[in-house]
């Protein structure tokens, strides 16, 4: 009877085991397990609401948001300050992290008109750059998460040397802060890749033919929007993900 009881016992626990795995395999979580990390990254939303209407649904599902920045210009619509709003919203009751773009300088900067570029809509800005001061103090221009570095075109290798030389700002999570807090010059700069004059570009302009010298780091992984792409790219430790839905990392 002992030796029944026995194998009955290793009968119920190998199926509670499997259960378990079935159930995590499932998206299920035991409260005793711990629960992976996870980032959801939404890429350039240019006044998109079918990009945009993914960021409440992964916030429901308890992933933590990062949106890539160009929420104005270039969309299917002209900039729209309630739909902007909406947005901006959402990410302070949310706790979402709202990056800056290139197309979002000349609304959160309008008195530099250098960065009225390519997109910019003049008709309406003001109410625009109304939107944008509103919710200034809600942007970052990076963001890390884990091994994840988020910017919206990326961080150069020439770019980081620079703020060790000149700002003596080094490691991955003093740059972050660094120019989140200080936003220097070299952040907006524009080379001759995006019709500017500066010898290389800061990570608002970051293109693709540049990306072989994307800033690297041991256990480092960029996460970009900036260049719409067909599908996701991935040179050396920088990932592409501007292609109009989210991509959802757990680690």
């Not at 625009?128 to 919710?135: G, H, K, P, R």
């Amino acid at each position: 009877m002992g030796k029944v009881r026995g194998r009955l016992r290793l009968l119920l626990g190998a199926a509670l085991c499997m259960l378990v795995v079935a159930a995590c395999c499932k998206g299920l979580h035991f409260p005793y397990l711990p629960a992976m990390p996870s980032l959801a990254v939404v890429p350039d939303i240019h006044m998109r609401a079918s990009v945009f209407q993914h960021a409440p649904a992964l916030v429901e599902e308890g992933h933590e948001v990062v949106l890539l920045g160009d929420y104005a210009d270039n969309g299917p619509r002209p900039n729209d300050p309630s739909f902007l709003r909406e947005i901006f919203r959402f990410c302070r009751r949310t706790g979402t992290v709202p990056l800056i773009g290139n197309h979002d300088l000349p609304y959160l900067y309008p008195d530099r008109p250098e960065f009225r570029r390519t997109g910019y809509e003049p008709e309406g800005a003001e109410e625009v750059v109304a939107v944008y001061a509103e919710f200034a103090d809600l942007f970052r221009f990076t963001y890390r998460r884990g091994p994840y570095l988020m910017s919206h075109a990326g961080l150069s290798q020439l770019f980081v040397r620079r703020l060790e030389q000149r700002y003596d700002v080094v490691g991955v999570d003093a740059v972050v802060s660094f120019l989140n807090h200080e936003r220097p010059p070299e952040l907006f700069w524009c080379s001759s890749h995006n019709n500017g004059s500066r010898p290389f570009d800061g990570p608002m302009w970051l293109r693709l033919p540049q990306y072989h010298g994307a800033f690297q780091e041991e256990g480092i992984t960029q996460i970009v929007g900036h260049s719409s792409q067909s599908t996701i790219r991935i040179k050396h430790n920088l990932w592409m993900i501007d292609v109009r839905l989210p991509l959802l990392i757990e680690w």
